[in-house]
Structure formats: structure tokens, C-alpha cells
């Protein structure tokens, strides 16, 4: 299995700077995350728990965006 770049305890501006062609996961789960304040310090699994969003399907889908 190939290693995860992205894990839950990454805040979101964190992956979204290091890993710009997650943007589109993002949208497509329907997090605005950029413009979100709370992106600067809230961890991927913190966000998505608010969002009502499986944290681990996000992971999923945002390390196969990246390769």
C-alpha cells in the first residue's frame, strides 16, 4: 500500500498549501476550507467531524488526489 502523504492530525490551510490539487477534494465535499478561519489551526479531522464528514474517506480521497 502506498504511504498516506495527508493524515487527519494535518490542518487544513497545512495540506492545502503543500498539496494545491487537493482543492478540488475539498469542493467536491463541500468544505470552502480557505476561506475558512479556522482552517489555519483546526486539524483535516476536527473539520470534517463539524461537517458531519466520514474523516477517513476524506484522507482517502485527498491522498489519491495527490498520487
Do not use: W
Not at 19 to 47: D, H, K, M, S
Amino acid at each position: 500500500m502506498a504511504e498516506q502523504k495527508i493524515t487527519k492530525d494535518m490542518s487544513i490551510i497545512e495540506i492545502v498549501q503543500n498539496y494545491p490539487e487537493t482543492l478540488t477534494v475539498f469542493q467536491q465535499y463541500g468544505l470552502g476550507c480557505i476561506g475558512c478561519a479556522a482552517a489555519r489551526f483546526e486539524n483535516l479531522e476536527a473539520g470534517a467531524k463539524v461537517h458531519g464528514i466520514n474523516a477517513d474517506q476524506l484522507v482517502k480521497d485527498l491522498n489519491k488526489a495527490v498520487g
